[in-house]
């Protein structure tokens, strides 16, 4: 199966194994008993909201008009009929007129026979390296537009990215890649995926580590791996389908996913802060490209 991956090439090392207390924080809070699981269309999931909308006023991100308070609301069909979800998108301006999308989704599964399924790593993960790369952009303005997007109803099936590429805040053809999150905070092996440089091998560039204390690779995003290609199996696969680049940040399944452990104890806190910091800086790199439409669109390579 690893024949799959390959490494990306380690720098010289100086990795601190430093923790990342704000990253912490940020999960160890939406994934309390409290938030109840975060299932969509439930007081856990608004909690939620209200949380990383607290976190996006005092960043200063901004909110589109078109979404009272950062909310995008939409409605979906589920199994159990018509459902409503809402996504929260903040943004910091660019210069020019390309955007860069961050996402990550922050429902989960909710209670389940009466267990919380606190889903820490599925993907109260992702919020946190979300909101960790809009405050260094907050501080640190952006070249490009950068959208923050927290997406909604996820595990019901891309719903909230659907939504959002559906009806996005600003023209489709504006946004030049989406940068996605989900499950970046657990990994015993300390091994952390990029994955989408099969289709934008070009992409591969700008990802970089100087941290000998966590594994970078590249993978499953081989349409021949079937089930091991994660192109469609998070949030990037609404953008994808809109033949918008991507790259998703994320972990192999381990043994607490989408289980009631999947919770704040069982996160690997060194590789958690470290997987983040890699992923700010692969944001950082796309950042400096301006033009990057033209580069990314033209050496796009379809093998679907
Ligand atoms: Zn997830």
């Known amino acids: 199966m690893l024949s799959c991956c390959s490494s990306v090439k380690n720098q010289t090392s100086n990795g601190t194994g430093k923790l990342d207390t704000q990253l912490l924080k940020d999960v160890e809070v939406l994934s309390s008993d409290a938030y109840q699981g975060r299932k969509t269309g439930t007081k856990g999931a608004e909690m939620t909201r209200a949380y990383i909308i607290e976190r996006f006023q005092k960043l200063g991100l901004k909110s589109y008009p078109q979404h009272v308070n950062y909310a995008q609301e939409f409605t979906f069909n589920s199994k159990n009929g018509n459902a409503a979800g809402t996504n929260i998108i903040g943004y910091i301006p660019g210069k020019g007129t390309n955007v860069i999308v961050v996402s990550a989704h922050y429902d989960h599964l909710g209670i389940v026979k009466d267990e919380v399924f606190n889903g820490a790593d599925d993907n109260a993960s992702g919020i946190a390296g979300l909101l960790k ?96 290609d994660w192109t469609n199996q998070s949030d990037q696969g609404a953008f994808h389908a809109k033949n918008i680049p991507f790259l998703y940040f994320g972990v192999e399944d381990h043994k607490d996913y989408h289980k009631a452990t999947d919770e704040y104890s069982t996160i690997t806190k060194e590789f958690f802060s470290n997987a983040a910091n890699v992923i700010l800086g692969v944001v950082k790199n796309i950042d400096k490209q301006t033009g990057l439409q033209q580069s990314l669109k033209d050496k796009m390579i379809m093998k679907n």
């Not at 490009?144 to 805040?169: C, H, R, S, W, Y």
């Open 133 to 228: 790369i809009a405050a260094y952009f907050a501080k640190n303005k952006p070249n490009n537009t950068i959208i923050f997007a927290a997406f909604d109803a996820e595990e019901m099936g891309l719903q909230g990215a659907k939504a959002f590429v559906a009806n996005p805040p600003t023209p489709i053809n504006t946004i030049v890649i989406d940068l996605n999150m989900d499950m970046i905070g657990h990994s015993d092996k300390a091994e952390l995926y990029v994955c989408g440089t099969f289709r934008y091998p070009d992409l591969k560039k700008y990802v970089v580590n100087t941290n000998s204390n966590i594994k970078v690779l590249f993978g499953h995003d081989d349409p021949k791996l079937g089930r091991d």
